[in-house]
């Protein structure tokens, strides 16, 4: 029997003794006896099982943590692969590599700018609250003008792509 059906029927039980005969109290109390051993039964299943799911919840969030700190590394691998190839391509002045699955370009990334001293960013470019520095104004200035403002630096990385 389900808990539900339990609890439905203990309460039946309780409400039945508020109106019963004197004679009829001992058969009901006997019933609400074995009702609350069933209930009593049915709680210790239910513990048991979300002693398990509990368990299982903390192997799971475990295992999710194992899993993120090898995905971690796994992408740092990758990274490194990708900076050791770029530097060997640009030692052998290489700007590209064919291979048998795709080809590597080395190529120049759009220019991006470092902020070296936010104070010193004029207020035209400032973003306000929260104070940031509004890069994309300073990049478009620089693109029409090739003025750098104070306190920033335009850069110009390089990355390597596989198609």
């Known amino acids: 029997m389900r808990m539900y059906e339990l609890t ?15 004679e009829d109290e001992p058969a009901l109390l006997e019933e609400l006896t074995g009702l609350n051993d069933s209930i009593a039964d049915k709680a210790e299943a239910y513990a048991r099982i979300m002693k398990n799911t ?8 475990a295992e999710n943590a194992r899993l993120s700190a090898m995905k971690s590394r796994l992408e740092k691998r990758v990274e490194r692969m990708r900076e050791r190839l770029k530097e060997c391509m640009k030692i052998a002045g290489a700007s590209s590599i064919g291979t048998s699955i795709g080809k590597w370009t ?13 104070d010193e960013v ?22 029409e003008t090739g003025e750098i403002p104070p306190g920033c630096d335009i850069v110009r990385t390089e990355g390597v792509q596989f198609r």
């Open 106 to 118: 080395l190529r120049s990334n759009p220019p991006s700018v470092v902020v070296l001293n936010a």
């Open 8 to 22: 439905e029927q203990y309460a039946a039980i309780l409400d039945m003794l508020d109106s019963c005969a004197p």
């Open 54 to 61: 509990e368990a299982h919840i903390s192997a799971i969030k």
């Open 122 to 143: 004029p207020e035209e470019y400032r973003i306000p609250q929260p104070f940031a520095v509004d890069k994309k104004a300073i990049k478009a200035v620089y693109g």
